[in-house]
């Protein structure tokens, strides 16, 4: 895996920065881009500033490229919003935002990966397969990106293998904003089958599995990582053998 060159959009912090290291470990030149440098780089990485939704500069930037090898769209993200609390034209950015910046980056990088027998990791998520009350829009477009990158995995075969991450929860340096503090990561935890929530370099070492030779006939899947998914409400609703399902 020596000598490829890998981009990863949004590679500055939290799941960006742990695909970012876990490639640079894997002996790779390893190319982060995003609007805002990193506060804290990642060993190894080069950083170039880049806004994803602004087509041209998305252009300039993978023509400039001596070679790619692989592509990660992991570029994304949406505030807590509901979907009356907005117009919808915010609920549009989003969407731009999680899968047309993606679309736009991998047509850029189309040339380089075809020449390198290359491939592309789409950073999805569990909300892409689930109601995402808050994240609507959000969720929506992971959903539509898991469909493009089967789409594309069809049509850009047999020069570039197309793959999703599908993720769940993940412990970054920003979770506990999210989530409530420690007490709030906690509780969460609990209700993941292996009572964790991700850390970065979870997702780091699945996209590097899905850009190496051992994933060389996968291309057009979704893998979850998730850890395990989400413990079904019901189970603790329930009354009848809740000690049981509880695993006690």
Known sequence: MDNRTVVVTGGTRGVGAGIARAFAEAGDHVVTCARRPPENPVKGTEFIPLDLRDRAAVAAFFAALPRLDVLVNNVGGTPYRRLTDAGAERHARVVELNLIAPLTASLAAHEHLRRTRGSIVMIGSVSGGRPSPGSAAYGAAKAGLQSLARSMAVEWAPDIRVNTLVVGMVRTERSDLHYGGEDGLAAVSRTVPLER????????????????DAAAYISGASLHVHGGGERPAFLDAATANNEKWKGK
């Open 197 to 212: 929530l991700a850390e970065p370099a979870d997702v780091g070492a699945a996209a590097v599995f899905l850009a190496s």
